[in-house]
């Protein structure tokens, strides 16, 4: 069993900076690939970044490829988005994600979810 706990600063500047934070509970998360999606309202969640269970690998969508940096520290259980040049656009509720299988992350096929956390920006 893995919880998810994401957490970030929710309302910011268009312009400016956001690292998003997600810490997981388990002794087992290593063994997890982990990721990162997000909803805008009115729209389908849809996926941001991953990275494998040990860290070597990162896929992120061509969409923010470039803005966003998805990295982890399996010794503190923690796995964080880190954002560039925000855009309004980019306002949506961001959430984290677990799955024994990166290949399939992409498409939705998740395990586990977080609650989510509510990111405004404003321009």
């Known amino acids: 069993q893995v919880q998810l706990v994401e957490s970030g600063r929710g309302l910011v500047q268009a312009g400016g900076s956001l690292r998003l934070s997600c810490a997981a509970s388990?002794?087992?998360?290593?063994?997890?690939?982990s990721g990162w999606f997000r909803q805008a309202p009115g729209k389908e969640r849809e996926f941001l970044a991953s990275i494998s269970g040990g860290g070597s690998r990162t896929y992120y969508a061509t969409s923010v490829k470039g803005r966003f940096t998805i990295s982890r520290d399996n010794a503190k259980n923690t796995v964080d988005l880190q954002i560039n040049s925000l855009k309004p656009e980019d306002t949506a509720v961001y959430y984290c994600?677990?799955?024994?299988?990166?290949?399939?992350?992409?498409?939705?096929?998740?395990?586990?979810w977080g609650k989510g956390t509510l990111v405004t920006v404003s321009s």
């Open positions: 994600a677990a799955s024994p299988n990166i290949a399939t992350m992409e498409g939705g096929d998740i395990q586990y």
């Open positions: 388990g002794r087992t998360f290593s063994s997890y690939a």
